[in-house]
Each structure stands twice: as C-alpha cells, then as structure tokens.
C-alpha cells in the first residue's frame, strides 16, 4: 500500500471562507483564524450611491424655518413681551398706590391734630386738602361716649353717639370724646371723590384736658357748647319752669358770661 492509500482523506476545512451566524435580531459575519482574506473598505472618493427617489444631501446646506414656525415664534416672543410689562405696569400702580395711601394718613393724622388742639380752626373751612401735589377730601365727625351701667367690678362699655346731638349735662359727665377722619382721593381727569376712603384714623380723646386748668377756658368752653346746643333747637332759649325767661345766674337761664 503506498503512502497515498495509507493516508486518510480529510475533511475540507473551512479555512478562507465566510461563516454566517444567525441570530433573532442581527447576523454576524465571521472570518476564521488564519484566514488571508482582507476586509474592504469603501472607497470614500468614490460617487456614493442614493437609492432611486431619494436626492442626495447637499454638504453645507441648512434647513430654513417654514412659515408656521416664524408665526409660533412671533406669537410666543409677543405674549412673553406682555407679560413683562403688565408686570412693569402692576409694580408701578402698585408702588403709587402705596404713597398715595402714605399722604392720605398724614393728612388724617395733621387733621385730627388740629382738630384736637383747636377745633374751632377747622370751623367752616373746606374739606380740602393737598398734600405732595395730589388733592384730598376728608370727613370730620366726633362722637361722644357713653358709658353704659354695667352690674358688678369689671370692664365698661362705651357706646358712641353724635356729640352734637347730646345734652350739655351729659358732655360734661362723659368727658370722653371719639374723633373719626376718613380721607379720599380725588381723581384728576374729573375732580370727583368719594368711594373707599384711603385712609381712616380714630382717636379717643378728653377735650377738657388741653384747657390745663385755665378756669377761663373752660368757661369758653362751656359756652361754646350751650351756643351749640342753642342753634341745634333752633336758636330758641330754654324756658323756665313758670313760662316767663327765668333770671340771669338761676339754672336754665343765662349764665351772665359772655365769650370772648
């Protein structure tokens, strides 16, 4: 037997050849160990090749805006702008409400002021006042407090009533007084007032306290009031008990004193 018969015929290797491996979602392709055979890459100076239907990019080339997209951009950056100054425009009202409400609280403090050490000043006088070059109404009114019988030790009430209305006696015995300022703004454009007031200070006073003693000016007072008290009746003196004018220096006639 000769040394070709005694060997024995081998299988064919694969060796050269391509190997395809599937898989469920990708299919690889392996080159066997040893194997001379060499990978080619695209030749990148060659024309490419587009399928048919489809243009080829141009390099350089960008994509424009459609005219939907302008509109959109246009309608956003006009909303953002409004936003911004009605935000601008809200500070701004804001802020000038503030002072306006500042000066109409000095005008009601400088008011009440007043009103406490001379409340004859105010007498007559216009309920108009200007204050950093803006205009303002005020409301004057004082009440007297009453004080109401309560049983037993413990806090008094007081109830409010209109000064004006109330007896000589019962001034004098209450004593407490309560002024109440409300304060408006007029408008500009039409000169008109009224609404909600901006301002409104009450204070609780004694108006004998600022006489200090003076028994003169508590006679001026006194008589301030009877005149009052007078032309609230209608400027009719009070009768006595018998009908005819009672005497000067009896009680409900007159005191004899005259006001300076």
Same mark, same amino acid.
């Given at each position: 037997?000769?040394?070709?018969?005694?060997?024995?015929?081998?299988?064919?290797?694969?060796?050269?050849?391509?190997?395809?491996?599937?898989?469920?979602?990708?299919?690889?392709?392996?080159?066997?160990?040893? *194997?001379?055979?060499? =990978?080619?890459?695209?030749?990148?100076?060659? #024309? *490419?090749? @587009?399928?048919?239907?489809?243009?080829? #990019?141009?390099?350089?080339?960008?994509?424009?805006?459609? %005219?939907?997209?302008?509109? &959109?951009?246009?309608?956003?950056?006009?909303?953002?702008?409004?936003?911004?100054?009605?935000?601008?425009?809200?500070? +701004?009202?804001?802020? /000038?409400?503030?002072?306006?409400?500042?000066?109409?609280?000095? $005008?009601?403090?400088? $008011? $009440?002021?007043?009103?406490? /050490?001379?409340?004859?000043?105010?007498?007559? +006088? #216009?309920?108009?006042?200007? !204050?950093?070059?803006?205009?303002?109404?005020?409301? %004057? =009114?004082?009440?007297?407090? @009453?004080?109401?019988?309560?049983?037993?030790?413990?806090?008094?009430?007081?109830?409010? !009533?209109? *000064?004006? +209305?109330?007896?000589?006696?019962?001034?004098?015995?209450?004593?407490?007084? +309560? @002024?109440?300022?409300? @304060?408006?703004?007029?408008?500009?454009?039409?000169?008109?007032?009224?609404?909600?007031?901006?301002?409104? &200070?009450?204070?609780?006073? /004694?108006?004998?306290?600022?006489?200090?003693? /003076?028994?003169?000016?508590?006679?001026?007072?006194?008589?301030?009031?009877?005149?009052?008290?007078?032309?609230?009746?209608?400027?009719?003196?009070?009768?006595?008990?018998?009908?005819?004018?009672?005497? !000067?220096?009896?009680?409900?006639?007159?005191?004899? $004193?005259? #006001?300076?």
């Amino acid at each position: 037997m000769t040394a070709a018969t005694r060997t024995r015929a081998r299988p064919a290797t694969t060796s050269g050849l391509i190997q395809t491996v599937s898989c469920p979602d990708l299919r690889v392709l392996l080159i066997p160990h040893g *194997s001379d055979m060499k =990978r080619r890459r695209p030749n990148s100076a060659g #024309p *490419s090749r @587009v399928p048919r239907g489809r243009r080829a #990019p141009i390099c350089g080339r960008q994509a424009g805006l459609t %005219l939907l997209e302008v509109v &959109i951009s246009l309608v956003l950056l006009g909303m953002l702008s409004s936003m911004v100054f009605g935000a601008i425009s809200f500070m +701004q009202s804001a802020a /000038d409400y503030q002072l306006r409400r500042l000066d109409a609280v000095e $005008v009601a403090h400088r $008011v $009440v002021m007043q009103h406490i /050490d001379n409340r004859e000043l105010l007498r007559g +006088q #216009p309920r108009r006042v200007e !204050q950093n070059g803006r205009v303002f109404h005020f409301e %004057l =009114r004082e009440e007297l407090l @009453v004080q109401e019988e309560s049983e037993g030790e413990g806090p008094t009430r007081r109830t409010a !009533q209109r *000064s004006d +209305q109330s007896e000589l006696t019962e001034i004098l015995s209450q004593k407490l007084h +309560q @002024v109440t300022v409300d @304060v408006y703004a007029e408008d500009e454009k039409t000169g008109k007032w009224g609404g909600e007031p901006l301002a409104t &200070i009450v204070r609780v006073f /004694d108006p004998t306290v600022n006489l200090n003693g /003076d028994d003169e000016a508590v006679l001026r007072w006194i008589l301030s009031k009877l005149n009052e008290e007078k032309e609230r009746r209608g400027g009719a003196s009070a009768p006595s008990g018998s009908g005819a004018p009672a005497p !000067q220096g009896s009680p409900g006639g007159n005191t004899g $004193v005259r #006001p300076r």
